[in-house]
């Protein structure tokens, strides 16, 4: 018997979710990406500018995400996460100079908030007791409607952890999206929120063991081969178009379709999607770190939000930064080094650098943007959606791509077997 065949459309983190695990499941997957290469939103490439194989962007994740870790093992790359043993957040406040460290403890019942040296400056263990309405709000509700957005704990971990979990500002961000971050790893102890990086890049920890893994399995990854139309009959999708060729090909197996919201709804009539993006602005700085630096520092009261430090560079990155967009790059650059070099004792000249700016890194994680979110299920008995704007219940991040992914899957692989 000849094998079952199955389509994935985007070639991003969500369709590479999707393709393995159909892969996994004995389909002949073709993976068919518009760009030159596979990874979307969460790539690696060479700068020339800087001469160094670089992200598009920092990416953090963190330890208790169940899907990165399943995704990961998937494909054979568990050991490329690097990350401290134990949770612990090193915060710098740009304007004065000065620096905290949190430290929670391992478990759920959150005693380090006991601890003076432990917990935020200036803060109370009642403070954070208010955090509790970020459990379980009510329904669309904003952050702000949900707990009290403001006093130092807010001010100095839960705002800078909210922006950078949901990209967008984090006081008129969905209640709900927020929640289902915290449920998983503030809520569950120190050892679901161990920070992790890609290492030594996103492609070889993401990207590279997925394309290996659907090779393996008999599979086809079709870089430059953009989806520009999709023809439907008797509730199924008929035909799919693409850019290398002349003649339709024929859906004789499950779609996935894994793609930007805006390219989606272009292809598939009627379908509901969000349409407010939000941006984010990363800067690398060509110089290695001198020894001991931190890895990882949040930073409040300047431009720059995170500093990371990597064997050959130090790149810092900005969340809902639409407010950046226009800004000369160079002066971006500028005003960037200036921050770090200040926090962390550096020469005040500007290495060799490099900007990026993500125009719709994510969508505006809103509760009215969250309500335009798709399921993965369309009307057409063929066809899935995937991707981190599909209603995953997740802010748009790597583990709500992967989730979407491997969703999209078992749909597919389910109703395979009807
Ligand atoms: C700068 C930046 C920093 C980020 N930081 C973090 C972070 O720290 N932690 C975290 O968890 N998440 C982070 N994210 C979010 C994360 O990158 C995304 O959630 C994830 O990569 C989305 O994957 P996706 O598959 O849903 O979408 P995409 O990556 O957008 O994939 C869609 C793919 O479809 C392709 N495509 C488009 N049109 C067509 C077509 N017609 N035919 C075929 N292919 C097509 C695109 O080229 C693309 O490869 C960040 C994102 C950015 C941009």
Avoid at 48 to 62: C, E, F, K, R, Y
Avoid at 63 to 82: E, H, K, P, T
Avoid at 322 to 348: F, N, S, T, Y
Avoid at 359 to 369: D, N, V, Y
Wanted: charged share 20%; aromatic share 8%; glycine share 10%.
């Amino acid at each position: 018997m000849s094998p079952r065949r199955a389509y994935v459309i985007g070639a991003g983190l969500s369709g590479l979710a999707a393709a393995v695990r159909l892969a996994e499941a004995g389909f002949e997957v073709e993976v068919s990406e518009a760009a030159a290469q596979a990874g979307g939103r969460c790539r690696s490439y060479a700068d020339a500018q800087l001469g160094l194989t670089i992200d598009n962007g920092n990416h953090l994740v963190l330890s208790g995400n169940q899907a990165v870790q399943r995704y990961l093992a998937l494909i054979g790359a568990s050991d490329r996460l690097v990350g401290p043993d134990h949770a612990r957040f090193v915060f710098a406040d740009v304007r004065t100079g000065e620096r905290w460290t949190i430290r929670p403890n391992e478990g759920p019942l959150p005693w380090w908030v006991l601890s003076p040296s432990r917990r935020v400056p200036g803060s109370s263990a009642g403070d954070y007791l208010g955090l509790a309405g970020l459990l379980y709000p009510g329904e669309g509700l904003r952050v702000n409607q949900a707990i009290a957005a403001k006093g130092v704990v807010w001010e100095r971990l839960m705002a800078p952890f909210l922006l950078a979990a949901l990209n967008t500002d984090p006081e008129t961000g969905s209640a709900a999206l927020a929640a289902a971050v915290v449920r998983e790893t503030l809520a569950k102890g120190g050892r679901a929120y161990r920070p992790r990086i890609a290492h030594p890049t996103l492609a070889a920890a993401f990207v590279d063991p997925a394309a290996a893994f659907i090779a393996s399995h008999g599979g086809r990854l079709r870089l430059g081969r953009r989806l520009r139309r999709l023809t439907f009959e008797q509730g199924k999708v008929a035909t799919l178009a693409f850019s290398d060729q002349d003649e339709p090909a024929v859906a004789d197996g499950p779609v996935v379709l894994a793609l930007p919201p805006w390219v989606a709804q272009e292809l598939v009539p009627d379908l509901s999607a969000p349409d407010e993006f939000r941006a984010i602005v990363n800067g690398h700085f060509k110089l290695a770190p001198p020894p001991g630096l931190e890895p990882m520092v949040g930073l409040i009261g300047g431009t720059v939000e995170w500093i990371f430090a990597f064997p050959d560079r130090i790149s810092v990155t900005v969340s809902g930064a639409d407010r950046l967009l226009d800004d000369d790059r160079q002066a971006l650059a500028e005003r960037m080094w200036a921050e770090v070099a200040k926090i962390h004792g550096l020469p005040a000249e500007l290495p060799p650098w490099q900007v990026l700016k993500e125009r719709r890194a994510t969508f505006a994680a809103t509760p009215e943007q969250a309500r335009k979110r798709p399921p993965a299920r369309t009307a057409w008995r063929n066809l899935l959606l995937a991707g981190d704007w599909t209603d995953t219940g997740l802010p748009a991040t790597i583990e709500g791509a992967l989730r979407s992914g491997f969703k999209a899957a078992e749909l597919a692989l389910a109703q395979d077997s009807v």
